[in-house]
């Protein structure tokens, strides 16, 4: 069980970090945040944009937050999430404190459920 917050925060990054070959930039890449943006023109609810974001991690005083997009832009990824990382959720992102094996493989499941979202979306 991981409990120090740049272990947490570095855990998770390295997860997001595959995915700039994916197509996604890595905007914020710092020893407290990490950001992952699609700079590609998309149409987001009948609205065009040059870019969208998808994820992030950041280290805040008391615990590291996951911010995930893609719950944002599309309730059936939300619905699709699984209930042990619902538990930590708070509008759009996932407040973690403590991180164990099991909550991880959660949060890569996760990202690749929003991944293969976004791709069958056009948006990355």
Avoid: C, H
């Avoid at 950001?35 to 008391?62: C, H, M, R």
């Avoid at 911010?67 to 042990?84: C, G, H, R, T, Y």
């Avoid at 949060?107 to 056009?122: L, P, S, V």
């Amino acid at each position: 069980m991981k409990t120090d917050l740049v272990e947490i925060f570095q855990t998770i990054r390295a997860s997001l970090q595959p995915y700039t070959a994916n197509g996604f930039t890595a905007r914020t890449n710092s020893d407290t945040a990490y950001e992952l943006w699609s700079e590609k023109n998309v149409d987001v609810n009948g609205q065009p944009q040059t870019e969208i974001y998808f994820a992030g991690v950041i280290i805040n005083e008391n615990e590291v937050e996951f911010i995930f997009q893609p719950i944002v832009e599309d309730e059936a990824v939300k619905n699709l999430i699984s209930k042990d990382l619902s538990q930590f959720l708070t509008d759009k992102s996932f407040k973690i404190k403590q991180l164990d094996e099991a909550l991880m493989e959660k949060i890569t499941e996760a990202i690749t459920i929003g991944f293969t979202n976004y791709k069958q979306k056009g948006w990355v």
